[in-house]
T-cell receptor, first 115, second 114 residues
């Protein structure tokens, strides 16, 4: 079945530094990928939709300059949290749309802790 | 726009008992419906989805769900649960046309007690 690899699974960084999270579709081409943020015991909040070769579409209230999304190929999307602060600490999950079966495959998530 | 309401934030049940997790949605257009399961510190795994056809959908791990258009519901059921079913369950919808993004409910924490 469709597999999405998300890396790293955990990262701890210092306040003010930037962190990059990668999301790869391993056995299918994903023209569209999604990035979510999940707070403890909460649902998934869609941050942005990324389309291969074009700019990401951000949801209302999400800072474009803080959460940089790049979708340069059909199998890779990256989320860069710039100048991270403790309030950016969260669980980030990516998802890729598999157009062959109307499915959405999720990565295993990245636990970001900013200290 | 679509919205999803999962009526129960927590559902405790005993092992081998049946369970139903409720999901209602609101949408002005036709939708696809999904149920996902999330284990601690992991991503989401698809349990089942309704695209069209038979309103009773069978998924993995013995789960099934029934699409009821008149009641705008998509409740998830399992006749006999196991300890390993303890997890967070999310109902989601997306419009058939237009935006491809999934809209999630708030989640239901299913706890199985021995």
């Amino acid at each position: 079945g469709a597999v999405v690899s998300q890396h790293p699974s955990r990262v701890i960084c210092k306040s003010g530094t930037s962190v990059k999270i990668e999301c790869r579709s391993l056995d299918f081409q994903a023209t569209t990928m999604f990035w979510y943020r999940q707070f403890p015991k909460k649902s998934l909040m869609l941050m942005a939709t990324s389309n291969e070769g074009s700019k990401a579409t951000y949801e209302q209230g999400v800072e474009k300059d803080k959460f940089l999304i790049n979708h340069a190929s059909l199998t890779l999307s990256t989320l860069t949290v710039t100048s991270a602060h403790p309030e950016d600490s969260s669980f980030y999950i990516c998802s890729a749309r598999d157009i062959t079966n109307y499915g959405y495959t999720f990565g295993s998530g990245t636990r970001l802790t900013v200290v | 726009a679509q919205s999803v309401t999962q009526l129960d934030s927590q559902v405790p049940v005993f092992e081998e008992a049946p369970v139903e997790l409720r999901c209602n949605y609101s949408s002005s257009v036709s939708v696809y419906l999904f149920w996902y399961v999330q284990y601690p510190n992991q991503g989401l795994q698809l349990l089942l989805k309704y695209l069209s056809g038979s309103t009773l959908v069978k998924g993995i791990n013995g789960f099934e769900a029934e699409f009821n258009k008149s009641q705008t519901s998509f409740h998830l059921r399992k006749p006999s649960v196991h300890i390993s079913d303890t997890a967070e369950y999310f109902c989601a919808v997306r419009s058939i046309q237009g935006a491809q993004k999934l809209v999630f409910g708030q989640g239901t924490r299913l706890t199985i007690n021995p």
